[in-house]
C-alpha cells in the first residue's frame, strides 16, 4: 500500500505520525512517501523537502511569499501524480493542502482525505462545500465538526485529538527538571510564540514586554521558552536578552529526549502564555493554566475579523462551552493586559482546571487512540464512502 501524506508544522507532523504509527500496525506492507517532519521521518516517510518551507499563515505571509509556495505546490501535485499512491492523506494547513488536492483531482481519481476539518463553525463556512470539490473524506478532531462537513457532501469521521493520549510527565520528572535548571521552588511560567517563523516573529516582541511587566511585578518568577523544533534557532535570536533570562530549550537534534524535556517543562510551569492554536490543549493535558495571545498581518486582522462567527478561538474554551481561559487576539495582543491576566491565573488557577479536564473527556480520553481511529477511517474510506459508527 502507497500513502501521500503532507503536513506543514509541527501539529500535523504529530497528527501524521499517529497516523502512520496505526496504518503501519494494521498493513504489513506500506510505504509512506510526502512531506513531514521529525516525527513522521521517524515513522518511515520519504520527505519531498523541509516542511517548514510550507508553513505560512495570514493573508500577508501568504502573499509575501506566493511565488515560492505556488512552486512547492504544483512540484508536490506532480509528485503525487507520479506516485499514484492508494491514498491521498493531507493534513491541516489548508492554504497549501487544498491547492494541490485540487490539483491532485484535475488530474487523477486518487482518493483524498483531509485531516483536520476546516473550522467553518468559526467563520467562512463556504469552505467546506468549496473543498468537498476535491476532497472525499475528513478527519475530525473535534466532536461538533462531522455534521459540518456531511452537509457539504464529504464523509467525516470523528477520530479524537491526539493529545489525550500523549505521555505526561510525573510529579518526579517535573521536580527534576526545576532541579536540573536551577529553579528551585519559584513560580515558573512557560512563554510559547508559537511554531510559525511568521507568528514568532510577530509576537516575539509583544511577548517580551509582557515578560518585562511580569518580571517587574514579580522578581521571583522564572520563565521557560521551549521552542519548536522549526523555529527553535529564530527563538533563540529573538528572545536572548530578555527580562528574567528566561531558559530557551532548543529540540533541534533531541529526538524523544527534547519531548521529554518539554513535557517536563509543561509539568512543571504555574502558568503559560501561548500563541492561539493546538498548544492550548498540550497545556491542558498537563493541567497547566494558561493565557492565550495571537496577532497577525494588519490585511489578515481586518478581513478575519470581519468573518469570525464565534467569541473564542481557544480550543479550550470551545470544547468544554465554557469561557474559562483569557485570550487577547489581534488588537486586543497588548502587554498590559495579557500580563495583568497572567498574574490572576498565577493566583487563582482553578477555574480552568474544571474546563481542561472536561475538555481532554469530550476530545476522547480513555477510547481508543485517535491514531487507531484515524487509520481505521481511512482503510474503512478506502472500501465505503459512509462514516464509521
Not at 507532523?13 to 521529525?38: C, N, Q
Not at 510564540?193 to 511587566?213: D, H, I, K, M, Y
Amino acid at each position: 500500500m502507497k500513502v501521500f501524506l503532507i503536513a506543514g508544522e509541527p501539529s500535523g507532523d504529530k497528527l501524521g505520525a499517529a497516523l502512520m504509527a496505526g496504518l503501519t500496525g494494521m498493513v504489513p506492507d506500506i510505504r509512506f512517501d510526502g512531506i513531514g517532519g521529525e516525527r513522521m521521518l521517524d515513522e518511515g516517510l520519504n520527505s519531498l523537502f523541509p516542511m517548514d518551507e510550507i508553513s505560512v499563515m495570514g493573508i500577508t505571509e501568504i502573499l509575501r511569499q506566493y511565488g515560492a509556495l505556488k512552486a512547492r505546490i504544483r512540484q508536490t501535485a506532480d509528485a503525487i501524480i507520479a506516485a499514484r499512491p492508494d491514498v491521498l492523506v493531507t493534513i491541516d494547513l489548508p492554504e497549501f493542502c487544498l491547492r494541490v488536492a485540487a490539483l491532485v483531482k484535475a488530474r487523477s481519481d486518487i482518493r483524498v482525505v483531509h485531516y483536520v476539518a476546516p473550522t467553518v463553525w468559526a467563520w467562512r463556512p463556504g469552505r467546506a462545500v468549496k473543498m468537498a470539490r476535491h476532497v472525499d473524506q475528513v478527519l475530525a478532531l473535534l466532536p461538533f465538526e462531522p455534521p459540518y462537513m456531511e452537509a457539504a457532501g464529504m464523509r467525516c469521521d470523528f477520530v479524537g485529538h491526539p493529545v489525550v493520549t500523549d505521555p505526561q510527565a510525573s510529579p518526579q520528572q517535573a521536580a527534576e527538571f526545576r532541579a536540573r535548571h536551577g529553579l528551585g521552588q519559584a513560580p515558573l511560567c512557560l512563554i510559547l510564540p508559537g511554531s510559525r517563523r511568521s507568528e514568532v516573529t510577530r509576537l516575539a516582541p509583544v511577548f517580551a514586554q509582557v515578560v518585562a511587566r511580569l518580571y517587574a511585578a514579580r522578581p521571583d518568577l522564572r520563565f521557560v521558552l521551549p521552542a519548536a523544533s522549526p523555529v527553535a534557532g529564530l527563538v533563540s535570536d529573538l528572545c536572548t536578552g530578555w527580562p528574567g533570562a528566561p531558559l530557551i530549550l532548543d529540540p533541534r537534534g533531541a529526538g524523544e529526549a527534547g519531548r521529554a524535556e518539554k513535557r517536563a517543562a509543561f509539568a512543571a510551569a504555574d502558568v503559560a502564555l501561548a500563541a492561539s492554536g493546538t498548544v492550548s490543549l498540550e497545556l491542558a493535558a498537563a493541567d497547566t493554566p494558561m493565557v492565550i495571545a495571537y496577532d497577525m498581518g494588519w490585511l489578515s486582522r481586518q478581513i478575519i475579523g470581519r468573518m469570525l462567527r464565534v467569541d473564542t478561538v481557544t480550543l479550550v474554551n470551545l470544547v468544554s462551552e465554557t469561557r474559562s481561559v483569557p485570550e487577547f487576539i489581534g488588537k486586543a495582543c497588548r502587554p498590559d493586559p495579557i500580563a495583568t491576566a497572567l498574574l490572576q491565573v498565577l493566583d487563582a488557577p482553578e477555574p480552568q482546571r474544571a474546563a481542561m479536564a472536561l475538555t481532554m473527556q469530550r476530545l476522547g480520553q480513555g477510547g481508543a487512540a485517535p491514531g487507531t481511529r484515524a487509520a481505521m477511517a481511512v482503510l474503512d474510506g478506502l472500501n465505503t464512502p459512509k462514516a464509521l459508527p
